[in-house]
């Protein structure tokens, strides 16, 4: 019994100088924000790291420096607080600001590209975030589909206008299919980049060729009509 406190303890600690060297060392996290907005980002991090029931709310306090009732007090409890931290996740990534214009012959290729662009930059600039989202959806959450859903719909959307076949039935199938082809990948090059760059042999550069290749390629396959398919 002695040990098994004696370990309990000792995790407490070490978790207790984890969490301080995080407020210490995370600008993103800093005394000069509202508690509410501490509270997202403290809580987003320990949700990323650890999962809705792994992240209990007295870490996310005193990694946000608040006080153990300030998640009730702003949020309602710690289930709304998760919902919070998600759809302020989905909104970064619905609210994508138009990059610098590339010279690509194509416009189609230039449509659907800058889509998944935006979407690529908006998961890859806060790693916290992809990784938050992702593992809701591996847990089997409900919250990470609901906040996803209308920023993926609008990009669904501008793929399929990428196409170019108006209001064909054509149009919405292989729209369907594109997107299919495109948002799995879109992930695996944000989330599991490491993966693909060790397994592949690839340099940190070589992501934007790779992006570029993936839509090329889906455009060729999907962009025209397949012999077996009404016009």
């Known amino acids: 019994m002695g040990v098994s406190l004696d370990i309990s303890h000792h995790r407490r600690v070490v978790e207790a100088v984890r969490l301080r060297e995080l407020m210490k060392n995370d600008t993103n996290i800093c005394m000069n924000l509202s508690t509410r907005q501490r509270l997202l980002e403290a809580a987003t991090r320990l949700f990323a790291d650890s999962g809705y029931k792994g992240a209990s709310v007295r870490d996310i306090c005193n990694l946000a420096g608040a006080n153990p009732g300030a998640v009730s007090y702003h949020f309602g409890g710690k289930r709304q607080l998760y919902r ?87 149009a919405s199938r292989q729209g369907r299919l594109l997107f299919l082809a495109l948002a799995a990948p879109l992930f695996l090059l944000t989330a599991g980049w490491p993966v693909v760059a060790r397994v592949l042999e690839l340099d940190p550069d070589q992501r934007e060729t790779l992006l570029t290749d993936m839509v090329r390629s889906a455009l060729a396959y999907y962009g025209e009509p397949r012999p077996d398919e009404p016009g």
């Open 84 to 170: 919070s931290v998600l759809r302020q996740a989905a909104d970064g990534i619905a609210a994508m600001g138009p990059d610098s214009e590339r010279e690509i012959p194509d416009e189609r290729v230039f449509g659907a590209l800058e889509t998944l662009r935006r979407l690529h930059d908006r998961l890859q600039r806060n790693e916290a975030i992809t990784r938050l989202l992702l593992r809701d959806l591996a847990d089997g959450g409900t919250v990470a589909v609901e906040a996803l859903t209308p920023p993926l719909r609008v990009a669904s959307k501008q793929l399929t206008a990428t196409l170019g076949h108006g209001d064909l039935p054509r």
